[in-house]
């Protein structure tokens, strides 16, 4: 299960790879560490064309895993799309990128942050990703509030992410023909992209440390 990832480009650098009709993330700064529950940049379907919003990661957990509870922290990682809950939410108009430069899995006992990215400059990739807006307690303090919540998908591990975490890996897209398709295909042709990346696709590039970002 990924819960850390990083994104340590800009509004520049996603400006250079998507046509945003509109950004509303004010100024966004380098994110080294990105955890449940913290709000990070999404890029999803507005009335006139792509935009990017702030929204808190963790989407609404399904009924039964609140039996009993009076919070929802939300759930991170989406891998069984097949299931009602999440059936919902597939179409295009839940669907959003997520930017990150770099995320982390665990390893070992005590567990051990590990980063992956596509190489040691860290370029700028996409989980696929769904969002929604959503009344809920998040925090007991907070009480009830509505916000923008968003996960991203994971499926089986590539070779390299499964030495690590053989369980699962995040839905990464690296092409902007996939970053089209996840955003405005429909909703059997989004899905195909629920795959690993090739081995070779991603590498370690840092350990030990719970941020990653330019030195």
Known sequence: MCNLYALSKGQAAIRELVDLWE???????????????????????????????????????????LKNRKTDTGITNIRNTASPHWRR??????????????????EGKPPVPVWFARDETRPLAFFAGLWTRWSSVRKLKEGETTNDLYGFLT???????????????????????????WLQAPVGDALELQRPLPNDALRIVARGARHDGPD
């Open 155 to 181: 499926t089986e591990a590539n070779a390299t992410v499964g030495a690590v975490h053989p369980k699962a890996m995040p839905v990464v897209l690296t092409r902007p023909e996939d970053w089209q398709c």
């Open 89 to 106: 939410w597939l179409g295009v108009e839940h669907r959003c990128l997520v930017p990150f430069t770099s995320f982390s899995e665990y």
């Open 23 to 65: 950004d509303r993330t004010g100024n966004l700064a380098p994110m080294p560490g990105i955890f449940p529950d913290m709000s990070a940049p999404i890029l999803r379907n507005g009335a006139g064309g792509t935009e990017m919003v702030m929204a808190r990661w963790g989407m609404p957990s399904p009924a039964f895993a």
